[in-house]
């Protein structure tokens, strides 16, 4: 491995870099911001890379692959979409200043993209290297799930870019996430003329509103949280029609199967009343057995680097590190920026911690590359159907 020279240079070089990508503003819902990012993104990486991404769409989502020498066995993940809508920069606008790096979407995630493309620079041989680089994360990964994990099949290490957690903790275990839509259909008439005629559509939502939220189990970590609700027309009709949502985390696959079954067991309270419950799994949990080899690694890396000491916490988010870790590829979370605030008006990177993480990185795949031992999780996360259901009483 190449040593990367002055620091102050190499940090100079990382902050331009980042700062052509956060310029370039993509939101994820606006696919020509995304396609007009993944192109910034794309003169970056073969710049530093030598090598021309692979341009993949899907669905409208521009998402960016590179691939070097045979057979896969390390992949790089991360995305360049964010939640941030074009002009975000006239009121967050970027700067340097007191050590901190502030911009829209530079903590999630484009410094970390910057900082895989420099840390693959620093190899001199990036045989069996893949990095991928998807266009829509923030939205639920729905164009680019199936992306990620036929080339995490691939390999025996997923290393992903997300920020750090807080003191640049890396991520060693994530919450899976499943979301539920739960339609209830009554029958409307006049509240005051005849409101025996009617099936409350609201009173039922209510009941099972209370019946989804005791579905959380607190002794696991498990909650399952009914968020937005609609219902109703008119304050004199009974409501005819009702809709919630719910949002379910867990820390084991278990957890996500009994959460699953009982959704899609939910039965009307009401007599004529109906409901359709439609979603299911988004991530299966990314499990702390999933990353303990790769964590330990990183930790000994950092000790020889100098940088730590490394330390590693669990989190209720999601990312793309789920699914490689749900299809059994030993995956290790939280390798981009350390800093904070994502999604929120003080989003930061902490510059003086940009080139040491670098290092660790190109290190984490030196090693992983150099190693002849492939390492495998113990089993795959569970992957549910999610059919709609539908149910009368």
Known sequence: ???????????????????????????????????????VVAEVGARLLGAEGERVVVDGH????????????????????????????????FEVRDGLLRGPGCFDMKAGLVMAFHALAALDDLDGVTLLVTGDEETGSLS?????????????????????????????????????????????????????????????????????????????GTTVTPTRLEAGTTVNTVPGSARFEVDARV????????VHTAMLGLRPALDGAELVIRGGPNRPPLQAAASADLFERARRLAATLGIGPLTSLAVGG???????????????????????????????????????????LAALVAELLASAEVVHSDEPGAVLPCPPTSCRA
């Not at 002009?87 to 967050?92: C, E, I, M, Q, V």
């Not at 259909?185 to 003329?193: E, F, I, P, T």
């Not at 820390?251 to 009994?258: F, G, L, S, T, V």
Request: net charge negative.
């Open 318 to 360: 999601a990312s793309d590190g789920n699914f490689t870790a749900g299809v059994g590829t030993p995956t290790l979370d939280g390798l981009g920026a350390v800093g904070g605030g994502a999604h929120a008006d003080d989003e930061h990177v902490v510059v003086a911690e940009l080139t040491g993480r670098t290092r660790l």
């Open 251 to 258: 820390w084991e696959a278990a957890e996500q199967i009994r």
């Open 1 to 39: 491995m190449r040593r990367s020279g002055n620091e102050d240079a190499a940090a100079a070089a990382m902050i331009a870099d980042i700062e052509r990508l956060v310029r370039c503003e993509s939101p994820s819902e606006d696919l020509a911001a995304v396609t007009r990012s993944a192109e």
């Open 144 to 220: 680019s799930r199936e992306l990620i994990e036929d080339e995490a099949r691939g390999c025996s290490a997923a290393l992903v870019l997300e920020a750090a957690g807080p003191g640049g903790a890396l991520k060693t275990a994530r919450k899976g996430v499943s979301r539920y839509e739960v339609l209830v259909r009554g029958r409307a008439a006049h509240a005051g003329l005849e409101p025996e005629r009617g099936v409350n559509a609201s009173v039922e939502l209510a009941r099972q509103v209370v019946a989804v939220a005791g579905l959380g189990d607190p002794a696991l």
């Open 62 to 93: 521009t998402h960016l692959r590179w691939r070097f020498g045979g057979e896969p066995r390390v992949l790089l993940l991360g995305h360049h979409d964010t939640v941030w809508p074009v002009g975000s920069l006239r009121t967050h606008p």
